[in-house]
């Protein structure tokens, strides 16, 4: 008999089925709502100018493909801890930061629990209720235990922090924290700057380890604001973890951009804890591509390119944002009487909505609408055409 007779059909991705059901859809005004991808008011991915710029010029200038460094190009990484820590930061000019070119922010996260479970064997890893359904499975697949502490509260569409506090100031001495740095994926609910405070202040009481998460940097407020998180720990002494992606940031999904940044206490102890994720990486894709890295280090490195690429990440953090707002009109338009004004509030990519599963699937069958059950939209699906049309229907599953 086959080897593998006796293997069983893994559950299917929930998104990545949506997905399948909305391509084989044939209805002309069909939106996928699902994704977690950034659009254009033409319902399109875009190629960022910036980007465009700096990939024509590696073209010309034709590199040979030799191997990369196992932690990637410097320029690049040099670029990831600028934009992470602010290139003043006291953290890097003591070379207390190791950062390594990692395959996307799943790559990173991967990289940093595979190396935290060598670390911390017996540790637990809590993830937010609810969160980016993968976190789970990554840190599992690491093989660590996953619980949650509370985050989203759905009566007020936002954070539970009196629980999610309360759950910290609980845990266990070496417990490792998973947190959304900002645009919190799937609720769009994020902390505000005195809150982050609280959490690096019970991270230190409690002896626990910090392990952002920051898919979205620029995408909230800016690249500055977005950064609120990661400088909180930044200035608190504590070590802690950052996994980064410029998949969202660049509209780079499929070349795998993402680093791996950790503090240490000391230039010292950095060197030798990345003697470490080295190994790590060394046993699972040996070193990163070059492509990906190579483009964004040219973006940020010049100041042309920098200064273009700011520009186009502003334009799309206001195009999401005048979703929001347009997507909260038209339903008041559409005579909802519910308040959707938290759609407003909420911050990144997504928002949950509130709508309930059996409305999530009357928008499916009605209306050729694709939303994940949970009542998670990406706003950033919306644009200028298909909004009158997805605020009819919302209004139509809501009344
Ligand atoms: N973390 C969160 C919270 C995300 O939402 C995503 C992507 O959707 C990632 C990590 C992974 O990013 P990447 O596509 O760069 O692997």
Redo the contacts with the bound molecule.
Sequence with gaps: ASIFAAVEMAPRDPILGLNEAFAADTRAEKVNLGV?VYYDDNGKIPLLAAVRAAEKARLEAMPARGYQPIEGAVAYNTGVQNLLFGKDSALLANGQVVTIEA???????KVGADYLKRLLPGSTVYISDP??E??RALFESAGFPVETYPYYEASTRGVDFAAMKAKLESLPAGAIVVL?AC???PTGADLSDTQWDDVVAACRSRGLIPFL?M??QGFADGIEADAVAVRAFSASGLQFFI?S????SFSL?GE???ALSVVTSSKEESGRVLSQIKRVIRTNYSNPPTHGGAVVAAVLNSPELRQQWEDELAGMRDRIRAMRTGLVEALKAEGVAQDFSFVIKQRGMFSYTGLSAAQVERLKNEFGIYAVSTGRICLAALNNKNLGYVAKAIAAVVK
């Excluded at 992606?245 to 969202?248: E, G, Y």
């Design positions: 977690g395959l996307g922010g799943t790559g990173a996260l969160s980016w993968n976190h959304h645009c919190h994926n998460d898919a979205y996994s992606s410029f998949s969202k999904y795998r951009v993402g």
